[in-house]
């Protein structure tokens, strides 16, 4: 509902928007994305296989099927930071970001680039650097490097945190917050109180829990780290695993873990639109090193500039929500072309001060024939919801 009110009301913001925009003509903004991959002068060579596909089926992770809070369900993800108090995994975190949430190329065996969506956040480091738990918890699951829920993760970590208040997530209520530490090299005291007990470890905000390494699939020393909604069970496991206690959320659980660790007012972003053919439209959005929280890219073309004009294609994508991805396998996840969006990140490190993502838009498939004034007006929101950035260009 939410969502659909917020679509509803950006539509009118946009509309708004780009009628203010057209007395001036074009103008410019903000915006981007980035990606990462790696290597370039820093002595790695960033591939990252953690599939991050990870499973986990765990059967007392009962589903909530109720959708309701308060009589009313909203989805409320921006709100998340509200009710998670939280450090930084690792020290100085946006001085070492190596690899973003979403969209990324990232390098293959044979060094070749491949698009990736990724879910989680890559912190670059040195092994034995200290890992800590962001927020009061407790150790819900630790794995040894080779362990089957999580293959290429290495030694993982995960914690299970309650929220202060509950959120609605894809309709859903969300009451506990999962953050998952992969590719560690050794573990804290809790963890192996874990691992000898099996039983949960009460952790408090800011232990250390583990240090960083490389185990598993990483080829660099690192930390993935991923934050995980109400369960720990991918949308491919869920779909793979129809009689699993954590098969009716039907929704893939990570979001952009830098939301927890930024101040929700809109940052500087870049916004550029142009002709790259007769057929396409080339999108550009770029972001700051400080915020990579661009999330949610929304594309309408007009028939004309006006407030009545009416609507001849609205498209969305949002990485949080998954709203024009396929997540029902990492295969189809990894597919760089969405319908008429192509998408086309760029590589991304801990020492770029931008990060950037193209996104050519295919227009072959648009009827425009009876509209020789139809307009192309794009719009991005960052993690939380701000508008920040619009532009639009004449076709
Ligand atoms: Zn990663």
């Known amino acids: 509902m939410r969502i659909f009110l917020k679509t509803i009301f950006s539509i009118l913001v946009l509309t708004l928007i780009f009628i203010n925009l057209s007395c001036q003509s074009l103008t410019q903004e903000n915006g981007t994305d980035g990606q990462d991959s790696s290597s370039e002068g820093e002595g790695f060579s960033s591939q990252d296989f953690e599939s991050e596909t ?64 990724h879910r989680g956040l890559d912190f670059d480091g040195t092994e034995g650097d200290a890992i800590t738990a962001i927020a009061e918890g407790e150790i819900y699951r630790a794995y040894r490097e080779g362990n089957t829920s999580y293959p290429n993760g290495g030694n993982v970590i995960i914690i299970k945190h309650s929220l202060a208040e509950p959120i609605a997530f894809h309709g859903k209520i969300v009451e506990n917050v999962y953050s998952i530490y992969m590719h560690l090299s050794e573990w804290g005291e809790s963890a192996e109180n874990y691992l000898r007990s099996q039983d949960p470890i009460p952790v408090t905000k800011g232990e250390i829990i583990g240090k960083m390494g490389h185990s598993g699939t990483a080829s660099y020393d690192h930390l993935h780290f991923e934050l995980r909604l109400q369960t720990t ?85 949002d990485y949080n929500y998954r709203t024009g991805f396929d997540a029902r396998s990492t295969e189809a996840l ?36 009876g509209f020789p004034d139809a307009v192309f007006k794009v719009a991005v929101y960052d993690v939380f919801g701000n508008l920040i950035a619009t532009q639009q260009i004449d076709l």
Request: charged share 30%; aromatic share 8%; hydrophobic share 35%.
């Open 54 to 117: 990870a499973q986990d089926a765990d059967p007392d992770d009962l589903v909530t099927t109720s959708s309701e809070i308060g009589g009313e369900t909203f989805d409320v993800l921006d709100d998340l930071r509200l009710y998670l108090d939280v450090v930084s995994p690792v020290d100085d975190p946006f001085e070492k970001i190596s690899a973003t949430f979403g969209p990324r190329i990232m390098l293959g065996s044979e060094g070749e680039e491949q698009y990736d969506f």
């Open 233 to 317: 069970c991918s949308l491919e496991y869920q779909v793979e695993h129809p009689e699993s206690s954590c098969s009716d959320y039907g929704f893939d659980p990570h979001i952009n873990p830098v939301m927890l660790f930024l101040s929700s007012e809109a940052g500087n972003y870049d916004l550029d639109l142009s002709r790259s053919s007769a057929e396409s439209v080339l999108i550009t959005v770029r972001a700051s090193d400080e915020r990579l929280d661009v999330n949610h890219l929304e594309v309408i073309i007009t028939e004309n500039d006006s407030l009545s004009a009416n609507v001849i294609v609205s498209k969305d994508l």
């Open 334 to 369: 990894d597919e760089s072309a969405s319908d008429e969006i192509n998408i086309i990140p760029y590589h991304f490190n801990k020492t770029d001060s931008t990060q950037r993502i193209d996104y050519e838009y295919d227009l072959t498939e648009v009827d425009l024939s």
